[in-house]
């Protein structure tokens, strides 16, 4: 192997394009890593520890992106870098008509004066004057940049709500404003219901299940998932609900968030009380005593919150009926059938961390601990990539995983990795995963996750064993990657696909039960 390494000098790209590159490079033949990374101290070191950069690298700042190439020989070395280029030039011109490239944000008003939204995705110490400087000139802004302090996100919302404007985030990923979808989002139908979320892959979910059951969305707001905390005191979940008050379009609110902190949570009842529209509420992991004697729907799950969001929207009694239920344990038995005595756990591997959190709920809810690195309960803790332990669920988005390398809805390979080591374990009976689809997302989400589900089922088949393998696919039939095709993908790999997480997760959970009864 030979490295190979080029410092692009003041030249600065988001994330997104970077992780996408990274991973389009790694996929190269002869390619044994690669990574294309803004020449942070944070990057440099993790260059450094990968072998992608050495003491002979040519010197570098944070202004300058980095290339770092480890090949088999210098020919696919020199290919992977050009391939980048051609890269950054597809882009150009794919943007370039629809475009006006500026160099800051003054320059963009001033060009556009009609303009009123700024996405910003720039190293976290940069995201504050950025947002500042947009928030100045009467953009609102998404801000998708993460590592932003908890004092800079209060003085950030404190600044745009004297102004009247969002700031959602900072590390919002997830938004669509008026059909527009920014971030992790889908393509989903115009209606009557609107969204505001601390949850990026949870509102995904919520907006894909609307679609799905023939309704739509007016907008979808995220506002970054420390906006509930008492610091930050719900500054942009008040001002969303207002403007979603304010629309004459929305005549359904959707709220998506973990518990929030108790003096938010009562500034929002206090806020909902002077509603006229109906307000379904999913705060995950939370009490439903927390809404007791207010007007808002409680929902338990973000299936329930769709639902519900839906009958309100028909104008029909807010009443949900179980009808997965049969079909769940029916698919239960048929699989426990196949799994012998000694296979008793489930692996969770997913890449939305609100998916994963609400797979940890249910499958608690019915009975089923797992451990987890984003543990509720932090006995059943996991730090970083520890081994599973019994029933385990990973949110491979977690910082451990990304550190370095690109989100795992952009590049599949750590868990694909993962993937064949927990199948080879004769104590697991079920694998749980998401699939998400939609804008930002890797083009073909199943095609990816297929070939790993096909050689664990092989592993564990090799070994005298069955294996389930569990999936949901989150997207909408108009997504660029189209939902029926990403199910059959799934289906033909021997995946079992449910409607939705929480009937995947229920599922799951009614597999163990039963395993370990036996």
């Given amino acids: 192997m030979i490295t190979k390494n080029q410092v692009r000098k003041n030249l600065y790209f988001d994330s997104v394009t970077l992780m996408v590159a990274s991973s389009k490079m790694r996929e190269m033949p002869g390619i044994g890593n690669a990574a294309v990374m803004m020449g942070t101290d944070h990057n440099r070191a993790l260059m450094t520890a990968a072998g992608l950069i050495g003491p002979d690298t040519e010197p570098f700042g944070v202004n ?8 088999e020989s210098e020919s696919a070395a020199d290919a992977a870098i050009a391939y980048f280029d051609e890269f950054l030039n597809k882009k150009k011109s794919d943007t370039a008509s629809a475009e006006k490239r500026v160099k800051t944000l003054t320059a963009a008003k001033s060009g556009a004066p009609e303009s009123n939204f700024a996405v910003i995705s720039v190293p976290g110490r940069f995201a504050r004057a950025e947002a500042e400087k947009a928030l100045a000139l009467g953009y609102h802004v998404l801000l998708f940049s993460d590592n932003v302090s908890l ?21 919002c990923g997830t938004t669509i404003i008026n059909g527009t979808a920014l971030g992790f989002a889908n393509v989903v139908r115009r209606g009557k219901i609107g969204l505001v979320a601390a949850a990026g892959t949870g509102l995904q979910e919520v907006t894909v299940l609307i679609d799905t059951l023939g309704e739509g969305i007016t907008q979808a707001l995220g506002t970054g998932g420390r906006d509930l905390k008492e610091e930050v ?3 942009m979940m008040t001002l969303c609900l207002e403007a979603l008050q304010n629309d004459p379009d929305t005549e359904v609110i959707v709220i998506l968030s973990k518990p929030p902190a108790q003096s938010v949570m009562k500034k929002m009842l206090a806020q909902l009380e002077q509603v006229d529209k109906p307000v379904i509420a999913a705060f995950l992991g939370g009490d439903p005593a927390l809404l007791e004697g207010s007007r808002v729907a409680y929902a338990k799950d973000l299936e329930s919150a769709a639902r519900l969001g839906v009958l309100a929207a028909q104008g029909r009694p807010l009443v949900l009926e179980d009808d997965s239920a049969a079909e769940i344990e029916e698919l239960a038995r048929r699989e426990c059938a196949l799994l012998g005595p000694e296979q008793k756990y489930l692996r969770g591997l997913y890449s939305g961390g609100t998916l994963c959190y609400e797979a940890m709920l249910l499958l608690e809810e019915l009975g089923v601990k797992s451990w987890s690195n984003i543990a509720i309960d932090k006995k059943y803790l996991i ?8 029933n385990t669920l990973l949110d491979m988005g977690e910082d451990f995983f990304t550190n370095g390398m690109p989100h795992p809805m952009i590049d599949f390979r750590q868990r694909v990795d993962r993937m064949e080591k927990e ?3 004769p104590g697991v009976a079920v694998l749980l995963l998401d699939c998400v689809c939609g804008y930002g997302t890797h083009e073909d989400p199943a095609g990816e996750l297929a070939p790993a589900i096909r050689k664990a089922k092989k592993t564990a088949e090799e070994a005298g064993r069955h294996l389930t393998v569990i999936a949901s696919v989150t997207g909408t039939e108009t997504d660029p990657q189209p939902r029926s095709q990403q199910i059959r993908t799934l289906e033909e790999a021997g995946a079992i696909v449910l409607p939705c997480n929480a009937q995947a997760s229920k599922l799951a959970a009614a597999i163990i039960q039963r395993q370990s009864a036996r």
């Fill in 383 to 390: 730090e970083g990539s520890e081994a599973s332990s019994e």
């Fill in 233 to 235: 005191g719900g500054l």
């Fill in 64 to 71: 300058d992106t980095v290339v770092g190439i480890l090949a």
């Fill in 151 to 171: 004092q800079d996100e209060v003085e950030l919302k404190h600044i745009a709500v004297e102004k009247g404007l969002l700031m959602m985030g900072p590390d």
């Fill in 423 to 425: 199948s080879a374990d």
